[in-house]
């Protein structure tokens, strides 16, 4: 019908007129014209598929590619042949319906049409939500390329789901996505959860797009955000009016997983002070105007949940330290308890809501593996306070707390260099984890600093049937660095740095040290104090993160009597230096077991690189294990904030 072409018409005109006013291309990109044959490295014939009109953004050469706008809408004349095509075309659609497929190339999740552009200029006219296609994907060549890496992701989720039309904007989601179903991206999707799947996402897309206003803001990363959460299967069971509640709750969280920046770091707690706008002097004589007063009437009540017990945790055991410690501080103005034995997402489920129905104030969970059901917990319980002990997870409902105890590990490493007989150290790493790397790292440097021809041989206690410390023995190196927490029940005393006497007995040299008690201390105070819930401190798209360390007197060195007097001195003045941010492992020139990673005269590693480190330094022997070699215990917390090593290391 000539009034539809005409209809048509006009979108396409306007459509092309509002690219002219904003600089952008008016009419269908052409795949010919925008990819060279030396990008690619294959084309693979998919057959018949249904795919989202949504999706198809151009034609495959430029033959037709001035016919149409940059919507698809036509743009020629309706007196024109093509018009008058157009037309018959769109009568047979609405009278039969259009019956044969068009031909598309799939290029980078998008499709560029061949054979049938008059076929999708119709059905996007329509309102229709896909139609069916013979479809070529033009494969690129593997790049380092962000959005090129993403691509070959999508690759492997549509091996197992042929789902066309989900694209995620960051790396690493779909095997989140895949993991939260229980699935993963080898074994094909049983065909009921991807029809549930597909349903359940097109609701939450409709929800989502008539609320948001964001244009950075994608419906997939999103639902992704909420299945962190909530069940996919919560969707059906539940009104539109309902999901769209849901995600009110969870937009700070959208906001956070989608931003550039999506982590602060507090370094410094004299920064809690300058974030949160007003010297000490004056958040203390504001203080009756700043919430609720705590006294022994009335104490700020905080539980902590162990992932196991300080019987049979050294790490519950040096978080119990602190606990006590802060009792010890604060007196009956902080009332604290503790739940042990949170192992599983059941326990954690459980221990949180022990704690909310005891009216806590505050909740710590000390373990990154606990992070799902404190989210869950912090998105039911708003006025709850609630902190996870892990490092650059984008979580805007809970804060985190991790110690930069890479600054302890590289003293360690000069005091092990300086005691060494042979130039060889040995080395137990715990969980390949966000932050251990770092550890790793500046203790090989400190150790190098001090004697060059020092090696870092690098053991991991996370790996199934492992015996880190005999596999050292057996190799004959005797300065070990150990855990850093002694394990109540080791007997045999393997933490700190340790030296193998010739009777092989153990002796304790030094224990890097985390106060817990004086890092809670310093987060109690700006709860006590008001500046915690200052709003100028708190964003809707940040996630906040304490990073402290030796300035802030959270890490120390323990050392015992066997430690020679100029090794002391040497750490009393490499200490000095850290302290103060005169001494940075990680300033000027670094070298991995693969090459220069920066320059000499560089600028130090942001926080954000030592964090995310993936490589290990030149004189480390050993490698970064992947997930499926750690331990079932450790699978946990490495899918939570594992690290996967580099391509080159």
Same mark, same amino acid.
């Given at each position: ?14 459509a092309?007129?509002?690219? $002219?006013l ?8 052409s795949?010919? &014209?925008?990819?060279?044959? !030396? ?18 953004? +151009?034609?495959?050469?430029? +033959? ?7 919507? /698809?809408? @036509? ?21 039969? +319906?259009?019956?044969? @497929?068009?031909?598309?190339?799939? #290029?980078?999740?998008? /499709? ?13 006219y ?10 070529? $994907? ?29 694209n995620? &904007?960051?790396e690493?989601?779909?095997a ?5 179903? +229980? ?39 999103? /639902? ?5 959460? /909530? ?17 009110d ?26 974030? *949160?706008?007003?010297?000490r ?12 007063? #705590? !006294?022994s009437?009335?104490?700020l009540?905080?539980?902590?949940l ?6 049979? &945790? =050294?790490?519950? #055991? ?7 410690k802060?009792?010890?501080? #604060? ?12 192992? !599983? ?25 606990m992070m ?24 805007? *409902? ?19 260099a ?43 206690? =996370?790996?199934?049937? !492992? ?8 190799d ?30 153990? =002796?304790? %040299? ?12 310093? %987060? ?5 104090s008001? &500046? ?6 708190t ?11 030796m ?8 050392t015992?009597s ?19 941010g ?13 090459? %220069? ?29 992947? =997930? ?12 939570v ?5 580099s391509?080159?290391?």
């Amino acid at each position: 019908m000539q009034t539809d072409y005409n209809n048509a018409k006009k979108l396409g005109d306007n459509a092309r007129r509002k690219s $002219r006013l904003t600089g952008t291309y008016p009419y269908l990109m052409s795949l010919d &014209s925008m990819v060279s044959q !030396t990008d690619i490295a294959a084309e693979i014939d998919l057959g018949l598929r249904e795919i989202p009109l949504s999706l198809i953004v +151009g034609t495959k050469t430029a +033959g037709r590619q001035n016919a149409f706008a940059n919507n /698809f809408m @036509p743009i020629l004349s309706a007196s024109s042949e093509f018009g008058l095509k157009w037309s018959n075309l769109y009568d047979s659609q609405v009278e039969e +319906g259009l019956r044969d @497929p068009i031909k598309a190339y799939e #290029y980078m999740n998008q /499709f560029y049409v061949e054979e049938g552009n008059k076929r999708v200029s119709v059905m996007k006219y329509l309102g229709a939500y896909a139609i069916h296609a013979n479809v070529i $994907r033009v494969l690129p060549k593997k790049t380092d390329v962000k959005e090129n890496k993403i691509y070959y992701e999508f690759l492997d989720f549509f091996n197992v789901t042929g789902i066309f039309g989900f694209n995620f &904007s960051q790396e690493g989601c779909y095997a989140r996505l895949a993991s939260l179903l +229980g699935q993963d991206l080898v074994n094909p999707w049983p065909d009921d959860l991807i029809l549930d799947f597909k349903n359940a996402y097109g609701k939450f897309a409709e929800v989502f797009r008539a609320k948001n206003k964001n244009p950075e803001l994608w419906a997939e990363d999103a /639902f992704l955000v909420y299945l962190s959460v /909530f069940s996919f299967h919560t969707i059906s069971e539940i009104s539109k009016e309902a999901l769209g509640q849901q995600m009110d709750r969870l937009w700070n969280e959208f906001l956070t997983d989608s931003g550039e920046e999506k982590i602060t770091l507090i370094d410094d707690p004299k920064m809690i002070d300058r974030m *949160a706008g007003e010297p000490r002097a004056d958040r203390i004589s504001k203080l009756l105007h700043r919430g609720p007063v #705590y !006294t022994s009437e009335r104490p700020l009540k905080i539980a902590f949940l162990y992932e196991k017990n300080e019987e049979t &945790s =050294s790490w519950a #055991y040096g978080n119990e330290l602190g606990r006590n410690k802060l009792k010890d501080i #604060y007196g009956d103005i902080i009332d604290t308890i503790k739940i042990e034995n949170c192992l !599983t997402d059941e326990d954690v489920a459980k221990g949180i809501e022990a704690a909310v129905a005891d009216e806590e104030d505050v909740i710590f969970t000390t373990s990154s593996s606990m992070m799902s059901e404190t989210l869950k917990a912090a998105i039911r319980y708003p006025k709850i306070r609630f902190l996870n002990c892990s490092v650059n997870l984008p979580v805007n *409902a809970v804060r985190t707390y991790y110690a930069r105890t890479y600054e302890s590990k590289f003293l360690m490493g000069a005091i092990a260099a300086a005691l060494s007989p042979d130039h060889r150290i040995g080395y137990c790493a715990g969980y390949p984890i966000y932050g251990t790397i770092a550890e790793i790292n500046a203790f090989a440097i400190g150790a190098a600093m001090v004697s060059p021809e020092s090696r870092v041989y690098l053991k991991w206690s =996370s790996l199934e049937n !492992t015996d880190w410390e005999k596999e050292l023995i057996d190799d004959g190196i005797v300065i070990i660095q150990g855990p850093e927490y002694i394990r109540p029940t080791d007997e045999a005393h393997r933490f700190g740095l340790y030296r193998i006497e010739e009777d092989g007995t153990r =002796s304790t %040299i030094a224990a890097p040290m985390t106060d817990w008690g004086r890092y809670f201390a310093l %987060i109690v105070e700006s709860i006590l104090s008001g &500046s915690f819930d200052a709003k100028s401190l708190t964003r809707k798209d940040r996630s906040l993160n304490y990073w402290y360390g030796m300035s802030a007197g959270v890490l120390d060195i323990i050392t015992s009597s066997r430690l020679p007097y100029y090794s002391r001195k040497t750490l009393a003045l490499l200490k000095a230096g850290v302290s103060t941010g005169r001494i940075n492992p990680f300033d000027g020139e670094l070298h991995s077991q693969d090459g %220069i990673v920066r320059e000499e005269g560089a600028d130090p590693l942001t926080y954000e690189e030592i964090i995310t480190m993936n490589w290990l330094n030149d004189n480390v022997i050993g490698s970064i294990p992947t =997930s499926d070699e750690v331990s079932d215990i450790a699978k946990k917390t490495v899918s939570v904030i594992g690290v996967e090593a580099s391509d080159k290391n």
